[in-house]
């Protein structure tokens, strides 16, 4: 399957920084990327929707201005993390897919964020 | 809203026994289906996806699934587990025309040599 790169694999960062944690598609070309945060045994909660080119699709409830997203082109989405506190600490992991409805995604290895 | 439910948290069973999660989801237009494993230490993998045609699917490594319209599930069936098997699967739907991928909790599967 195709390869999806996440980095980092984990962070550790002061309460009040920033944190941006990068999505790469390493041999496809990305058109849409999926941000998930994923608590402690629990599901993938879905953050948000980017398509190349456009502004994310957030999901209700997570604060856009928090979790600022780019997907800037066919291969990189960041997803960035403002201003942290330790509830923002967490398991993210992001997927990409070629965009057209029902493929399937392909999954980064994740990024523990860890804000103390 | 739309969810997906996967009713078994944790399931222990041993080499050649048969296995069936269940996973249920609420959304009531087109759906593609997918199971994800996740295998420790490793990132999700695909294990099978409905698009349509044959509801009855079969993936990698003698996983199957049925879709079952009427009863809005997708579970997930190996007649005979491996040790090699033990890991936590997660149901996943994709809403037609939103493009967005739907997780449930997600089952342990652990298997007893």
């Known amino acids: 399957g195709a390869v999806v790169s996440q980095h980092p694999s984990w962070v550790i960062c002061k309460s009040g920084t920033s944190v941006k944690i990068e999505c790469r598609s390493l041999d496809f070309q990305a058109t849409t990327m999926f941000w998930y945060r994923q608590f402690p045994k629990q599901s993938l909660m879905l953050m948000a929707t980017s398509n190349e080119g456009s502004k994310a699709t957030y999901e209700q409830g997570v604060e856009k201005d928090k979790f600022l997203i780019n997907h800037a082109s066919l291969t990189l989405s960041t997803l960035t993390v403002t201003s942290a506190h330790p509830e923002d600490s967490s398991f993210y992991i992001c997927?990409?897919?070629?965009?057209?409805?029902?493929?399937?995604?392909?999954f980064g290895q994740g990024t523990r964020l860890t804000v103390v | 809203a739309q969810s997906v439910s996967q009713h078994n948290h944790h399931v222990i069973l041993s080499e050649a026994a048969s296995l069936e999660l269940g996973c249920n989801y609420s959304y009531g237009g087109t759906v593609n289906l997918f199971w994800y494993v996740q295998y420790p230490g490793q990132h999700l993998q695909l294990l099978l996806k409905y698009f349509s045609g044959d509801p009855l699917v079969k993936g990698i490594k003698g996983f199957e699934a049925e879709f079952i319209k009427s009863k809005f599930s997708f579970n997930l069936r190996k007649p005979s587990v491996q040790w090699s098997d033990t890991a936590e699967y997660f149901c996943a739907v994709n809403l037609y025309n939103f493009n967005k991928f739907y997780f449930g909790s997600g089952t342990k599967l652990n298997v007893k040599p």
């Open positions: 997927s990409a897919s070629s965009g057209e409805w029902g493929t399937e995604a392909f």
